[in-house]
């Protein structure tokens, strides 16, 4: 049980590693892009700055390279372009917003602006009245910026989506699972059962008094609770039971009898009703469950404590052992389904137990405290009526 565990978590790592390799490759893979992008637009912008320089030292350029000159400032449709003189006075400008083109100032502030971005190119010429082209990234490329980790969420979140999808497609299918099987389970007991209950009846007619025959009735009625235990699971019970002192005396009475002499079994009750809407049997269930496994823990010696009390608005209930303990990953992992620290057992009766108390119940059972060597304190939390 243990090594499936550990598979199943390693199964867990590999896929979050993968989930996490394919939403960093794409982050990388479109910065890789936008960089490229952004050198590409360096680069128009060196040949747009030749071009106005050319333009400038040529005092009568050819039709042709007048042409082209035109041609190449005219295909910059996207990056802003700011030209300024050497007393920072706007000669030209391209693709900058149409409600700053005639201010000649905000012109001037945004040319400032652009240099924190990209450093401006100077243009010398012999006269002294040099010009600097300040320039920063297209619309497209500013908005392209975010692209990679807008991506990588949507994706980290598909994929996390999908993990929970299939997660819980498995748990409810593990949950009719495990119903079916109770259920079953409890249709098997019932045949022998009722045979059982008859012969009974014929033996108290023989031997009314028979001390054998009455404790073989109580483990009959014994069988038939658990039966009955087994076909509520996966329905929804009736919580038509009230009196919660009363269910756990009679839960008492019943274990005391029936684990080892060397277990100093303990019960603190309030001494006033508890009135809790509850389901005797399967609240009796849950309580049995952490009493055999505080038995299991103690090895058949020790002591075991099982309190009442109420806190707030709410009834709790401490099943306390002076057994082995438990780790910290044996305490996490103990509501688990199918997870056991015994050579034998399915690792159902605390999954079961917690399934009673939060999904029938609206409540909630936990490890309060544990320390390994020194015992296990199980803590039920009900809602008082």
Same mark, same amino acid.
């Given at each position: 049980?243990?090594?499936?565990?550990?598979?199943?978590?390693?199964?867990?790592?590999?896929?979050?590693?993968?989930?996490?390799?394919?939403?960093?490759?794409?982050?990388?893979?479109?910065?890789?892009?936008?960089?490229?992008?952004?050198?590409?637009?360096?680069?128009?912008?060196?040949?747009?700055?030749?071009?106005?320089?050319?333009?400038?030292?040529?005092?009568?350029?050819?039709? %042709?390279?007048?042409?082209? #000159?035109?041609?190449?400032?005219?295909?910059?449709?996207?990056?802003?372009? #700011?030209?300024?003189?050497?007393?920072?006075?706007?000669?030209?400008?391209?693709?900058?917003?149409?409600? @700053? %083109?005639?201010?000649?100032?905000? /012109?001037?502030?945004?040319?400032?602006?652009? +240099?924190?971005?990209?450093?401006?190119?100077?243009?010398?010429?012999?006269?002294?009245?040099?010009?600097?082209?300040?320039?920063?990234?297209?619309?497209?490329?500013?908005?392209?910026?975010?692209?990679?980790?807008?991506?990588?969420?949507?994706?980290?979140?598909?994929?996390?989506?999908?993990?929970?999808?299939?997660?819980?497609?498995?748990?409810?299918?593990?949950?009719?699972?495990?119903?079916?099987?109770?259920?079953?389970?409890?249709?098997?007991?019932?045949?022998?059962?009722? +045979?059982? /209950?008859?012969?009974?009846?014929?033996?108290?007619?023989?031997?009314?008094?028979?001390?054998?025959?009455?404790?073989?009735?109580?483990?009959?009625?014994?069988?038939?609770?658990?039966?009955?235990?087994? +076909?509520? @699971?996966?329905?929804?019970?009736?919580? *038509?039971?009230?009196?919660?002192?009363?269910? @756990?005396?009679?839960?008492?009475?019943?274990?005391?009898?029936?684990?080892?002499?060397? #277990?100093?079994?303990? !019960?603190?009750?309030?001494?006033?009703?508890?009135?809790?809407?509850?389901?005797?049997? !399967?609240?009796?269930?849950? @309580?049995? *469950?952490?009493?055999?496994?505080?038995?299991?823990?103690?090895?058949?010696?020790? +002591?075991?404590?099982?309190?009442?009390?109420?806190?707030?608005?709410?009834?709790?209930?401490?099943?306390?052992?002076?057994?082995?303990?438990?780790?910290?990953?044996? $305490?996490?992992?103990?509501?688990?389904?199918?997870?056991?620290?015994?050579?034998?057992?399915?690792?159902?009766?605390?999954?079961? $137990?917690?399934?009673?108390?939060?999904?029938?119940?609206?409540?909630?059972?936990?490890?309060?405290?544990? %320390?390994?060597?020194?015992?296990?304190?199980?803590?039920?939390?009900?809602?008082? $009526?």
């Amino acid at each position: 049980m243990l090594r499936r565990t550990i598979l199943s978590k390693l199964n867990n790592w590999i896929i979050f590693t993968l989930m996490t390799l394919v939403v960093v490759t794409i982050v990388v893979a479109s910065t890789l892009l936008i960089n490229y992008l952004r050198k590409e637009e360096v680069k128009r912008v060196d040949i747009l700055v030749s071009a106005l320089k050319f333009q400038q030292e040529v005092n009568t350029p050819s039709l %042709e390279v007048q042409e082209l #000159i035109l041609q190449i400032y005219s295909s910059n449709t996207t990056i802003p372009v #700011i030209l300024l003189d050497k007393d920072d006075r706007p000669i030209a400008h391209r693709n900058i917003p149409g409600e @700053i %083109e005639k201010d000649t100032f905000k /012109i001037t502030e945004l040319a400032k602006k652009m +240099s924190k971005n990209y450093p401006a190119i100077e243009l010398k010429f012999p006269n002294g009245n040099n010009q600097f082209v300040y320039y920063d990234n297209s619309k497209l490329l500013n908005n392209l910026r975010y692209s990679p980790y807008i991506l990588g969420f949507f994706i980290l979140s598909y994929f996390l989506f999908s993990f929970w999808f299939l997660r819980t497609i498995k748990k409810t299918d593990e949950g009719y699972l495990w119903a079916g099987l109770a259920k079953e389970t409890a249709h098997q007991i019932g045949t022998p059962l009722s +045979s059982m /209950i008859g012969w009974m009846e014929i033996m108290k007619l023989e031997n009314p008094d028979s001390e054998g025959v009455h404790e073989i009735e109580k483990d009959i009625e014994r069988l038939r609770t658990i039966s009955e235990r087994f +076909s509520k @699971i996966g329905s929804v019970p009736e919580l *038509n039971d009230m009196n919660f002192n009363q269910t @756990i005396q009679e839960n008492f009475n019943y274990l005391k009898t029936r684990i080892s002499k060397k #277990i100093n079994f303990t !019960l603190n009750l309030p001494t006033y009703n508890i009135l809790v809407p509850h389901n005797k049997i !399967l609240m009796s269930w849950v @309580i049995e *469950n952490l009493v055999k496994n505080a038995v299991d823990a103690m090895k058949g010696e020790g +002591s075991l404590l099982m309190s009442v009390f109420e806190r707030n608005k709410n009834i709790l209930i401490e099943v306390k052992d002076t057994g082995s303990g438990m780790t910290k990953q044996q $305490a996490r992992n103990a509501f688990k389904p199918g997870y056991s620290t015994k050579k034998r057992g399915w690792g159902l009766g605390l999954s079961l $137990a917690k399934r009673v108390v939060k999904e029938y119940h609206n409540g909630d059972i936990k490890i309060s405290q544990t %320390e390994v060597g020194k015992g296990t304190t199980f803590r039920i939390t009900i809602k008082k $009526a």
